[in-house]
């Protein structure tokens, strides 16, 4: 029986490397069996990334609390992101893959992506792309059409977006 490999720091740079030239091939050439801890991997190491360069970036007066606000924020979103669209497809299309696919095209993706999104603004170019990128490698890893990962994507961000809208009444920003 194989085992699945294990993450490393040799695969998190292969993988941040192929997704930047060519994330199509590199969606159409994912194993199937990639595994939870492999693509949790990449998230978690640029889920550190981010959160370092956020607080040397933005010098907040609690460090601590806030680094940690950026890693929770970096990597639940993530999480959040893939369980809701693998609610939306199983919904509307079934179940086609297992959530731990699912996830690893989510995680990759925001893996890649929160490597830049640190830099002030950036969020305007790097969310996007990451969207983008989930689509596809549902069409490149999942043979999906546009149009099953459009709209799984568009549900999605639409989910999101009404819950985060709901609960801002309930958070106070008075000294953020």
Same mark, same amino acid.
């Given at each position: 029986?194989?085992?699945?490999?294990?993450?490393?720091?040799?695969?998190?740079?292969?993988?941040?490397?192929?997704?930047?030239?060519?994330?199509?091939?590199?969606?159409?050439?994912?194993?199937?069996?990639?595994?939870?801890?492999?693509?949790?991997?990449?998230?978690?190491?640029?889920?550190?990334?981010?959160?370092?360069?956020?607080?040397?970036?933005?010098?907040?007066?609690?460090?601590?609390?806030?680094?940690?606000?950026?890693?929770?924020?970096?990597?639940?979103?993530?999480?959040?992101?893939?369980?809701?669209?693998?609610?939306?497809?199983?919904?509307?299309?079934?179940?086609?893959?297992?959530?731990?696919?699912?996830?690893?095209?989510?995680?990759?993706? $925001?893996?890649?992506?929160?490597? $830049?999104?640190?830099?002030?603004?950036?969020?305007?170019?790097?969310?996007?792309?990451?969207?983008?990128?989930?689509?596809?490698?549902?069409?490149?890893?999942?043979?999906?059409?546009?149009?099953?990962?459009?709209?799984?994507?568009?549900?999605?961000?639409?989910?999101?977006?009404?819950?985060?809208?709901?609960?801002?009444?309930?958070?106070?920003?008075?000294?953020?």
């Amino acid at each position: 029986m194989k085992q699945p490999e294990k993450f490393t720091f040799r695969f998190y740079f292969q993988v941040i490397t192929k997704l930047l030239r060519e994330p199509r091939k590199f969606y159409g050439k994912l194993p199937v069996d990639i595994g939870l801890k492999r693509s949790l991997g990449v998230l978690l190491v640029s889920s550190v990334i981010f959160s370092g360069a956020s607080l040397v970036s933005r010098m907040p007066p609690n460090p601590m609390l806030w680094g940690g606000v950026f890693f929770i924020n970096a990597l639940g979103m993530a999480v959040i992101a893939a369980g809701i669209g693998f609610m939306v497809m199983i919904m509307t299309m079934g179940k086609q893959v297992t959530f731990t696919r699912f996830f690893s095209i989510y995680a990759l993706s $925001a893996g890649i992506t929160l490597l $830049a999104s640190w830099i002030p603004f950036f969020i305007w170019i790097t969310e996007p792309w990451k969207w983008w990128l989930i689509g596809t490698g549902m069409t490149r890893g999942f043979g999906f059409r546009r149009t099953q990962a459009g709209l799984i994507i568009g549900v999605s961000i639409g989910c999101i977006v009404l819950f985060f809208w709901s609960v801002l009444p309930l958070v106070s920003l008075k000294g953020v």
